[in-house]
């Protein structure tokens, strides 16, 4: 039997309305964090969604014919939000060796003018003299 993608299930519970959880192997394959996450992304199911992430203890049964009985049919897409990565923190990170936590922490005390200097700092020479 194939391998069910966590994303087929909200694809199955916002669009197909099919019942893809048939047995125990798929229903231990369902991911309630992965569906919620990408059913948050949506106005008219980020309420639904709220309520399973309260309701986090619910068998994955349940959660899914939850979601596949009260979503109307839809196609939901959306791209995930990341997180933005500071050139000035990578700077800091580099020049120091420190973690993420550290170099937010040494960000919030260095200047900007300190953080250029850094950078001045870690340039290598060489035929163009670190220009890109």
């Known amino acids: 039997m194939k ?3 966590p994303f087929d299930y909200v694809k199955s ?4 309305k099919k019942d893809i959880m048939v047995d125990d ?3 231990k394959q369902y991911a309630p964090f992965i569906t919620n996450k990408a059913l948050s992304y949506h106005q ?3 309420y639904f969604a709220n309520e399973m992430n309260i309701r986090h203890g619910v068998d994955n049964r349940l959660q899914y ?5 009260i979503l109307r049919k839809r196609q939901r897409f959306s791209t995930w939000s990341k997180p933005y990565i500071s050139k000035k923190l990578d ?6 060796q420190v973690s993420n936590l550290k170099a937010k922490e040494y960000l919030e005390v ?5 953080v250029r200097e850094l950078k001045k700092r870690m340039t290598k020479g ?3 003299n670190g220009k890109l």
């Open 25 to 27: 192997i798929a229903e």
């Open 126 to 128: 060489g035929k163009d």
């Open 3 to 5: 391998k069910t993608n």
């Open 44 to 46: 008219d199911a980020v």
């Open 13 to 16: 519970v916002s669009h197909t």
């Open 91 to 96: 700077t800091i990170k580099d020049y120091y």
């Open 110 to 114: 260095l200047t900007d003018k300190q």
């Open 65 to 69: 014919l939850f979601y596949l009985n």
